[in-house]
C-alpha cells in the first residue's frame, strides 16, 4: 500500500547518544520535508529533498542533518542528542497533492 | 517569504452552532493553500486544498486573494470535529517550494 513510514514510533536516549530517525514512502514522490513539532504546538519545517542528492536546511534552525541517497528514503540523524532535541518529527512528501505526512517519531532525551 | 497566521489557538462552539477557523497569508505570489487536520494520537492529514474548491466532511474554504485569506467554515459543527486544524501554504522560495504552516486551532466541540 502506498505510504509514509518512521520508524521508531517513540525513542527515548540518553544525552550525547549519536540517532538517526528513519523516513520512507512508497508513492515515489519527488519532494520529502522534515518537520519539528512540540504537542499540539505549530509545525516547523527544519529539513527539505526535491530529489535524489538534493538537500536544503528549512525555517528552523537545526542541529540535524538528512540525506537523499535514494527517492523513497530520507533519514534525518542527530549527532549527539540534547534534551533539547526533544520533541516530535514529522516526515512528509508531496508531488502535486499536499504533503503527505508520516506517523511522527517521539523522541526524548534524558 | 510566506507566512501564515491563525489568530485562534482555541475554538469552542457547540455542537450544531457553525465555525469558521480563520486563516490569513502573506505571500508575493500565487499560494496554493491547505487546510489539515489532526484528530487526536492519528497522524496530520489533508482536508482539503483550495484548487479543488471541494467540500470535505462539509467543511468547505475559499481563497479570497483581496483579504489574503482562507478561512474554513462548516454551517453544523459535530463532536468529531474536534482536532486541531492547520492551514498551510506552498509557495516558491529561493527556486524552491515550500510549504508553511500555521500555528494551529484547536477546536473543541461542546455537546
Known amino acids: 500500500e502506498a505510504d509514509i513510514y518512521q520508524t521508531p514510533r517513540y525513542l527515548v536516549i540518553g544525552t550525547g547518544k549519536k540517532i538517526t530517525l528513519e523516513c520512507s514512502q512508497t508513492?515515489?514522490?519527488?519532494?520529502m520535508y522534515w518537520y519539528q513539532q512540540d504537542p499540539g504546538m505549530e509545525l516547523h519545517l527544519i529539513h527539505y529533498?526535491?530529489?535524489?542528492?538534493?538537500?536544503e536546511k528549512g525555517d528552523l534552525s537545526s542541529e540535524s542533518t538528512v540525506s537523499r541517497i535514494r527517492t523513497e528514503h530520507f533519514p534525518l540523524t542527530l549527532e549527539s542528542a540534547r534534551p533539547s532535541h526533544t520533541s516530535q518529527y514529522l516526515c512528509?512528501?508531496?508531488?502535486?497533492?499536499?504533503?503527505?505526512f508520516g506517523p511522527g517519531t517521539r523522541l526524548t532525551v534524558t | 517569504a510566506q507566512r501564515v497566521t491563525q489568530p485562534e489557538k482555541l475554538l469552542s462552539v457547540f455542537k450544531g452552532a457553525p465555525v469558521e477557523l480563520k486563516c490569513n497569508y502573506s505571500?508575493?505570489?500565487?499560494?496554493?493553500l491547505f487546510w489539515y487536520v489532526q484528530y487526536s494520537r492519528q497522524r496530520l492529514q489533508l482536508l482539503l486544498r483550495?484548487?479543488s474548491r471541494e467540500s470535505i466532511k462539509g467543511f468547505t474554504a475559499d481563497l479570497n486573494k483581496g483579504e489574503t485569506s482562507f478561512h474554513l467554515k462548516k454551517p453544523f459543527a459535530q463532536e468529531e470535529d474536534s482536532a486541531m486544524y492547520y492551514c498551510a501554504l506552498r509557495g516558491n522560495s529561493g527556486g524552491y517550494q515550500k510549504v508553511t504552516f500555521g500555528t494551529g486551532t484547536k477546536l473543541q466541540v461542546i455537546p
Open positions: 505571500y508575493s505570489g500565487s499560494p496554493e
Open positions: 483550495h484548487i
Open positions: 508513492m515515489g514522490h519527488d519532494k
Open positions: 512528509a512528501s508531496s508531488e502535486r497533492e499536499g504533503p503527505v
Open positions: 529533498s526535491y530529489g535524489v542528492n538534493s538537500t
